[in-house]
């Protein structure tokens, strides 16, 4: 969230406050501790998610508050997109049962500028300012559909921009179904 839309947040709403953590050196240091050659740009990537996840447990657990998360419906239960013990680390999420077009309708309902909903979201972990949207392949409304075709399919003829949304969606679901599904453990005993 840039500068601009915090400053407004806070004029606007007196329970926000700004905080700025720079965890650029740590995050150097960490790439400069591991070897590199031997991590993948996605595993260097959600590094970063894990260490904001660590900055926001150290100072709510410093101040009294909680981890407060951001994902929508599609994003934690549709195609998983989060770093698992990063932005997935939080103590509650609010709009987790929302789609991102009922989030943005309830931002209305709350007044919030147009510029802040209408900021392309983005995850911030790559430094070069892709969008959600280019990372998934996919727009959330797309993404939307496709959750909601999935689990009761139309029958109907797709087109072939339907086919491929529907593909990348249920290719994400797939391969990101250890993050949503509880992590699995060994039973000493098995239930009856």
Known sequence: MSKKHISWLKDNFNNVEERIVNLSKTYDSFVETV???????????NSRARLRMTALYATAGSNGGIVVGTGNKVEDFGVGFYTKYGDGGVDISPIADLLKTEVYQIAREL???????????TDGLWGD?????EQLGASYEELE??????????????????KDVLGIYQRLNKSNSHKMNPIPIFKLYPSD
């Open 145 to 162: 559909w496709a959750m909601k075709e999935s689990e009761n399919p139309s029958n109907k003829d797709l087109s072939e921009r339907e």
């Open 129 to 133: 300012g892709r969008s959600d949207e």
């Open 35 to 45: 070897s590199v050659d031997e991590v993948s740009d996605i595993a260097l990537a």
């Open 111 to 121: 007044d919030i500028i147009e510029e802040i909903i209408q900021a392309a979201p």
